[in-house]
């Protein structure tokens, strides 16, 4: 009888999380607004029409400020001009912190931004890390995505420190 090479933890958890084809989770979200915390479904704010969604491990840590929410900021009108109806970023944290983050970044008229603070849809799309090591605890994995009306049709997942494969940039040339 042959025995099976068992994968790696990273092999494995790319085999299970999110992928082309499957529908996104309908967890909560949170939204700032000129209200204060707004509860939304994942299902509601990403799950209609072309949605391009794009995952940080944290709001206002130097790649996610410096490289990938700046770049998605600038592209916004190239992004939308291939059709995509929403442009969304989701972090794993407060609300507070992803409204002040996106204000800071000047994202608000081109970006959604979502706090997912209870890393529910990150869990849910199995791309979860820790980075308890750095003092972040769980987070989400660096991560693009393009939704049509709530189902993956193509997602781009980070598998190193930098922004390459979940840039701006490399949205726009896979839309």
Not at 43 to 69: I, M, Q, Y
Request: aromatic share 6%; proline share 5%.
């Amino acid at each position: 009888m042959a025995q099976s090479n068992p994968l790696d933890d990273e092999q494995e958890e790319q085999l299970m999380a999110i992928q082309a084809g499957d529908e996104i989770p309908d967890t909560q979200l949170w939204r700032m607004t000129k209200d204060g915390p707004k509860a939304v479904r994942s299902a509601e704010v990403l799950g209609a029409g072309k949605v391009v969604l794009f995952a940080v491990p944290g709001a206002f840590t130097p790649t996610c400020s410096d490289h990938h929410l700046p770049g998605f900021v600038l592209r916004a009108d190239e992004i939308r001009a291939k059709g995509v109806d929403t442009i969304a970023c989701l972090a794993v944290n407060d609300p507070f912190v992803m409204g002040a983050w996106g204000r800071a970044r000047g994202a608000e008229d081109h970006v959604v931004m979502l706090s997912d603070g209870n890393g529910e849809f990150t869990r849910a799309v199995d791309l979860e890390m820790d980075g308890s090591g750095i003092g972040l605890g769980k987070r989400s994995r660096r991560y693009a995505a393009i939704l049509e009306d709530g189902v993956v049709r193509s997602i781009f997942v980070e598998q190193g420190p930098g922004v390459e494969v979940s840039s701006a940039e490399a949205v726009l040339a896979a839309l």
